[in-house]
């Protein structure tokens, strides 16, 4: 059973539990909240068409065994530079600080590619010795890049060498997330 335990504004007001957490992060739009909801089955997370609609740490605790949280987008919101900013300072303190941070999936529009955003999360997470994991979102979407940047665990020390490939629309992709989170 998921239970949404709350929308926080800073990391300090996190809730200090034992439980292992598994964040979502990822381009504005990229589909954090409807992968999140087609993971745990059920509609826990607000999605939205808008850009930018997530601008809380929001919690998810998933049967007192882990949390899954879901992490503001970046990217190509419609927010001022100085709200950018701080969602981009709050994002850098909550991977650094939070000791139950297991693993950051950061997720990537499959149609879309890899932009200098996400290259610039992925360095810093190298940087900082933070465990992350490529999920490429909307598989079942027809791609429009045709020369998208090529990933690999040479590049990024920190990364996981399994890229995983989902939709949240079709349910694909989504037994392993699930695996790894320890949701079933």
């Not at 292992?20 to 739009?29: D, I, T, W």
Request: proline letters at 2%; glycine letters at 6%; aromatic letters at 8%.
């Amino acid at each position: 059973m998921i239970k949404f335990v709350g929308s926080f504004e800073t990391v300090k007001s996190l809730p200090n539990t034992q439980f292992a957490e598994y964040a979502f992060v990822g381009r504005s739009n990229v589909g954090k909240s409807s992968l999140i909801n087609a993971i745990v089955g059920e509609t826990v997370a607000r999605t939205s068409n808008t850009p930018g609609r997530t601008q809380s740490l929001n919690l998810f605790n998933f049967n007192d065994k882990s949390m899954i949280v879901d992490l503001p987008g970046y990217g190509f919101a419609r927010v001022s530079k100085s709200d950018a900013l701080r969602w981009l300072e709050r994002l850098e303190e909550y991977l650094i600080n939070r000791s139950q941070l297991r693993r950051l999936f950061i997720l990537i529009d499959s149609r879309i590619g890899v932009k200098d955003s996400d290259l610039d999360l992925m360095d810093f997470c190298d940087k900082n010795g933070i465990c992350y994991q490529i999920v490429y979102t909307k598989k079942d979407k027809r791609v429009r890049e045709k020369n998208q940047t090529e990933l690999s665990h040479e590049n990024h020390p920190a990364m996981i060498e399994n890229i995983l490939e989902t939709s949240a629309e079709k349910k694909y992709g989504l037994d392993e997330l699930r695996k790894i989170i320890g949701v079933k």
